[in-house]
């Protein structure tokens, strides 16, 4: 693994001519990729800490069902922390104890991965989809957190702060058990992307787009920027139910643009680049312990760009980035994300 990431290294210094300067990056965070309608405040305060305990418990009797699951959970248990609900056990190895649990008692506390992530690994747009990343990466990318090497270029986002935090409280017991099992789970269609002019009106709610039913809903000009939103509302943020994904909304012409920037090398703006086969390998399904980009959410890949590119993530394996980011323009991140997010894991 060492001798891979070496090579890589020396593709990135050929092609790039150093890991050093990153683009002065006069634009600001996409709002967008962040799941928010208005611009990021450079003057904001840091990450505010986060909260010591979880919050009263909400209603412990309704029963919510899910199609196709055997269980009935109360509101309560879907938001259990320590807990959460897992409506389809049969959908996923039996999760590690860290997985399923977190642990309460370590400081500062961990929730379960399962909680944001989901106890099959496929995650949402505001935080991410682990399965079959590398084991090795997700170790590497925990300590970066852990390390303070990883965080977020709009400060309004908190739960860049939470993950953070479960980091440094977590052992290295853990955060193994963890990697392996994300890793071991086989990526399926999550998020369908669709090229469109249009896109149906939504709220801004907790760092996602969600679709707006009912007597208000309609649908919008999309312009420049990516919707992504929860097939359903309902399904998202009432049952959290782990087989209801995402569609991603993305303007005509955007794929074709992402394609020859990821496959050639070549940016909106017609300067080249090492195109991201070189290292995300050919089917970009990831190599080795460079992580895959296929058929996940474009807000959290075009994030991931505008992070490193500013500073925000500056992990061990980030400076291998660098020539790439230095490069490119909010457009390019936007149809790089449409077009990875399109593809067939
Ligand atoms: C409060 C919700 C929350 C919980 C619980 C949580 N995470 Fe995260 N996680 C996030 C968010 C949010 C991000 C993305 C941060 C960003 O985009 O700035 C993330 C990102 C990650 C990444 C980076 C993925 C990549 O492709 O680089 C890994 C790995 C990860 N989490 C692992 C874990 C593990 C292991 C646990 C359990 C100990 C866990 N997370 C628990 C919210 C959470
Ligand atoms: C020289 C090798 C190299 C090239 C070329 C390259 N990458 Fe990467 N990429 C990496 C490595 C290594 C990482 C892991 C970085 C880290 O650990 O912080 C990475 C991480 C990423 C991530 C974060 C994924 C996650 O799970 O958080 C994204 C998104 C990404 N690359 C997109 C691209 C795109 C798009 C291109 C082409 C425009 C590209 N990369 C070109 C090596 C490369």
């Not at 890991?19 to 990729?33: I, Y």
């Not at 959970?73 to 959908?91: K, L, N």
């Not at 853990?174 to 992307?193: C, D, G, L, Q, R």
């Not at 061990?316 to 390019?332: G, I, K, Q, Y």
Request: aromatic share 6%.
């Amino acid at each position: 693994m060492k001798k891979l990431i070496l090579g890589l290294v020396a593709i990135g210094l050929a092609i790039g001519g150093g890991v050093a300067a990153l683009a002065a990056g006069g634009e600001g965070p996409p709002a967008w990729a962040w799941g928010y309608t208005t611009p990021a405040d450079p003057a904001q305060a840091p990450l505010p800490p986060a909260p010591a305990a979880p919050a009263a418990a909400p209603d412990t009797t309704t029963q919510i069902s899910v199609p196709g699951s055997k269980f009935q959970f109360s509101p309560a248990q879907i938001a259990a922390r320590f807990a959460p609900a897992d409506w389809f056990p049969e959908d996923h190895p039996q999760m590690p104890e860290v997985v399923a649990h977190g642990r309460q008692s370590a400081t500062p506390e961990v929730w379960a991965c399962g909680f944001c992530h989901m106890p099959n690994g496929k995650g949402r747009p505001e935080n991410a989809d682990l399965t079959g990343l590398p084991a090795d990466y997700i170790v590497q990318q925990l300590m970066d957190f852990k390390n303070d090497r990883r965080n977020t270029s709009d400060k309004r986002k908190t739960n860049t702060g939470l993950m953070i935090n479960f980091t440094k409280g977590m052992t290295r017991e853990e955060m193994e058990a963890a990697a392996h099992y994300f890793s071991s789970i086989a990526p399926t269609p999550w998020t369908k992307v669709i090229e469109s002019d249009t896109a149906p009106k939504t709220i801004a709610r907790g760092g996602v787009f969600l679709t707006i039913t009912g007597k208000d809903a309609g649908t919008e000009a999309l312009g420049n920027r990516i919707v992504e939103t929860p097939i359903s509302a309902e399904d998202f943020e009432v049952k959290r139910n782990p087989r209801s994904g995402f569609l991603a909304y993305v303007p005509k012409g955007s794929l074709k643009k992402g394609e020859k920037l990821v496959r050639d090398g070549a940016t909106v703006g017609g300067k080249k680049v090492t195109a991201c086969v070189a290292c995300h390998g050919v089917d970009l399904r990831g190599l080795g312990p460079v992580p895959p980009l296929a058929g996940r959410s474009p807000s959290y890949i075009a994030r991931q760009m505008y992070d490193m590119q500013h500073g925000n993530r500056t992990g061990t394996w980030s400076p291998l980035m660098a020539p790439v980011l230095s490069e490119l323009t909010n457009d390019d991140l936007l149809v790089a994300a449409a077009y990875l997010g399109s593809l067939e894991r």
